[in-house]
């Protein structure tokens, strides 16, 4: 987005929240809560909703206090079914595939699921929270290699090209069509050819619109 978005952020840690607001502002974005567990990011969300100030995006961690299990998830989860103009990016120490799936089973739009190390990365990270707030996806490649991974035990793939199964991680990375071709070192052409003949097998018809990108990748968790 070129203007900054409004973020909360949710997450134990206060160390960690700390870094995430600095490195968040430092970039033009709004930081207008943080908090530290599951109940607190609901019942923050629904204040700043009542007040006309719902953010553009939710930053969570999936373990939160008090059991340390699911609980940032839930209440991401929660919050896409009240508010699904919200924004929802959540962060995993390690690819958890089923968090990952119960996220991304709803909704396309608006969604990413990060692992924390990508935090590190600081452009990809920022571009990522910006991508969410504006109705795009961003899923951590390593996210995508393992549910693409499981998914060609099933038969949803299987009719994709070894080359075809690589645009398509990329795309679920958020990748444009432009930056899929400097990656691989082709032409926008030849990525444009893929990712047709992508929605083709995959039998998503134009009437899908653009989050026909992300439900190429997702397809199999229809299934």
């Known amino acids: ?34 908090v530290g567990d599951g109940r607190e990011l609901l019942e923050t969300v629904r204040r700043l909703a009542g007040a006309g100030e719902l ?23 929660e919050l896409r079914e009240e508010f699904p103009e919200l924004g929802v ?18 909704s396309t739009r608006g969604v990413g699921y990060l692992l924390k190390d990508r935090v590190a990365e600081v452009r990809e990270f920022v571009d990522a929270v910006g991508r969410v707030a504006d ?31 690589e645009v398509l991680g990329l795309m679920a990375e958020g990748r444009t069509n432009g930056a899929i071709a400097r990656q691989l070192v082709v032409s926008d052409g030849a990525v444009e050819k893929h990712v047709s003949n992508i929605f083709m097998k995959l ?6 619109g653009d989050h026909r990108r992300v439900l190429a990748v997702l397809r199999y968790l229809r299934s």
């Not at 995993?92 to 089973?105: D, G, K, R």
């Open 135 to 165: 109705g795009g996806t961003a899923l951590d490649p390593e996210v995508v290699a393992q549910l693409l991974g499981r998914s060609r035990k099933q038969d949803v793939l299987a009719g994709l090209t070894p080359r075809e199964r």
């Open 55 to 77: 953010p553009d995006v939710v930053v969570a961690d999936v373990r939160m206090p008090p059991t340390h299990t699911d609980e940032g998830l839930r209440a991401s989860v």
């Open 203 to 208: 039998g998503l018809a134009q009437s899908d």
């Open 1 to 34: 987005m070129e203007n900054g978005v409004r973020v909360v952020i949710a997450e134990d840690s206060v160390l960690l929240r700390e870094g995430l607001t600095r490195l968040l502002t430092d970039r033009g974005h709004e930081v207008v809560a943080g």
């Open 89 to 106: 990016l959540v962060l995993s120490q390690y690819v958890e595939e089923q968090y990952a799936t119960e996220l991304l089973a709803g």
